[in-house]
């Protein structure tokens, strides 16, 4: 099972909570690295934090952690997450969404936005992110490809 790096800023600290207790309800090892209360921060600083957290994690054992960003709508911190070397983080909003980022594009992360995705919602996104194989074949050289963006 990956470890499970979530981030999140003022849109999102219950919801985040939320799915932290659900999550290690299912045994997975789950990291909040943020934001924890209602105070206004900046979506870019976590989103970083929790990519970089990610990114981290994966370059010491390979795929061995996912992360989780929320804020009001999943754009922002999602966007800020993507800027990451070796981060691919998908805006999912339903749960094919999560099924096509992992099985074709092999995201390692998954942003939702707490303001318009119904936490129950939320849960079976990312129920369907965390269980969803990497397809690999011709998806394999497009998230190559995908990668070497990064490096410019
Ligand atoms: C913060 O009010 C809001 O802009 C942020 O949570 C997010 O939706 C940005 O993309």
Redesign the pocket.
């Known amino acids: 099972m990956r470890k499970i790096f979530i981030g999140n ?4 600290p219950e919801y985040a909570k939320t799915l932290i207790t659900y999550l290690k309800e299912k045994n997975y090892e789950v990291e909040h690295v943020g934001s924890f209360g209602p105070e ?1 921060v900046d ?1 870019p600083d976590f989103g970083e934090a929790c990519a970089r957290k990610v990114a981290t994690q994966n370059a010491k054992k390979e795929n061995s952690a996912f992360g989780i960003v929320i ?7 999602g ?1 800020s997450a993507n800027k990451v070397k070796n981060i691919r983080c998908a805006h999912c909003v339903n749960s094919h969404y999560a099924e096509m980022a992992r099985a074709h594009n092999d995201a390692n992360m998954i942003a939702l ?3 318009v995705i119904d936490i129950e919602d939320a849960k079976n996104i990312i129920d369907t992110f965390l269980t969803t194989q990497f397809e690999g074949g011709r998806h394999q050289r497009r998230v190559e490809k995908l990668n070497a963006i990064n490096c410019n």
């Open positions: 800023d003022h849109a999102g206004s979506y804020c009001g709508t999943g754009l922002g911190i966007i936005g707490a303001r």
